[in-house]
Every structure is written in C-alpha cells, then in structure tokens.
C-alpha cells in the first residue's frame, strides 16, 4: 500500500523560509509524477507546482521565484523550499503522487505565516 507521509510544516514570519518534505513508501518512488497541493480555508486545494518522473516542474504563478520542488529519488523523498514566504501562503500543504489511473495523497501538514 502506498503511503505519503508530509514534515516539516509550522509558523514563520512573513519572508521567511520553510522545507517541506514527503516520504513515500509502499512503491517505487521514481515512478510516479509529484506534486504539492495547498488548501486554504474556504478555499479550493491547488497546484503549487508539480515534478515529473523526469525532472520536469511546474509552479504555479503566485509562487514562481519563491518556491522550488525537488525530489530525491535515493532517498524516496519529494521536497518543497520555500522561501519569501507570505500570509497569503498559509494553508494545509498535501503531497500527491500520480501513476497511470492511480493517485495517491498524503495528509497534509499546516504552513502558517504570520508576524
């Protein structure tokens, strides 16, 4: 069974940084396209940017520049830096993995920015 496990979430100051990290067990982690959600209160959850099983990425626009996705295949691990962080960045932040028909989710940690 596949299993997605999010760390590293918590409060920081407006511009500050924060490293999101997420461990996937139960398969092989190189198969599998990546990404990372958020979720805001009343809000619909969204693509903040998203790593192929080739390296390829994508950001969404509010966090080009900001935000950088990577992942470590050795490791099973998919992170998110995050730096110059905003109070508009607050939200539950879930990993997801896709293969084929098969998607995957982890359960979310909460990234609050805030002075």
């Known amino acids: 069974q596949v299993q997605l496990v999010e760390s590293g979430g918590g409060l920081v100051q407006p511009g500050g940084s924060l490293r999101l990290s997420c461990v996937v067990s139960?398969?092989?982690?190189?198969?599998?396209?990546m990404g990372w959600y958020r979720q805001a209160p009343g809000k619909q959850r969204e693509l903040v940017a998203a790593?192929?099983?080739?390296?390829?990425?994508n950001y969404a626009t509010s966090v080009k520049g900001r935000f950088s996705i990577s992942r470590d295949s050795a490791k099973n691990t998919l992170y998110l830096q995050m730096n110059s962080l905003k109070p508009e960045d607050t939200a539950v932040y879930y990993c997801?993995?896709?293969?084929?028909?098969?998607?995957?989710w982890g359960q979310g940690t909460q990234v609050t920015v805030s002075s």
């Open positions: 139960g398969s092989i982690f190189s198969i599998f396209d």
């Open positions: 997801n993995a896709q293969r084929l028909a098969f998607e995957y």
């Open positions: 790593i192929t099983r080739g390296g390829i990425t």
